[in-house]
């Protein structure tokens, strides 16, 4: 079974940085898709983050820029670095995958489009606090 868990969230001042890390166990599969999603009470969820299995990232208006995507395969670890920090970054974030997808149809499901039910695997999230 897949098990995804996130870390690295808390609360800082606005201009600060944080760094947050999925962890991925039991995972196997090819053309996978990886992703960061955020959301604040009584809203949806946002992508704003991905990057493919060929390594191709892409990222939504409100975070390009300031935050990037990468991840470690040989750690099976998924990274979201968030600098420049802002009051409106502050939301639950989560990470997710799944297999199958072209670099394209991944960026198109996590960002574009947003489309988090095609994803099947997705971590319990982590707490992103920003004050001004």
């Known amino acids: 079974q897949v098990q995804l868990v996130e870390s690295g969230g808390g609360s800082v001042q606005a201009g600060g940085s944080l760094r947050l890390s999925c962890a991925a166990s039991g995972y196997t599969g090819s053309s996978v898709c990886m992703g960061w999603f955020r959301q604040a009470p009584g809203q949806g969820r946002e992508g704003i983050a991905s990057?493919?299995?060929?390594?191709?990232?892409m990222y939504a208006p409100s975070v390009k820029g300031r935050f990037i995507i990468s991840k470690d395969n040989a750690k099976n670890t998924l990274y979201l670095q968030m600098n420049s920090l802002k009051p409106g970054d502050t939301a639950m974030y989560y990470c997710a995958a799944d297999s199958g997808f072209s670099p394209g149809e991944c960026e198109h499901i996590v960002v574009v489009a947003t489309n988090p039910a095609l994803l099947s695997y997705w971590g319990q999230g982590t707490q992103v606090t920003v004050s001004s």
């Open positions: 990057i493919a299995s060929d390594g191709t990232t």
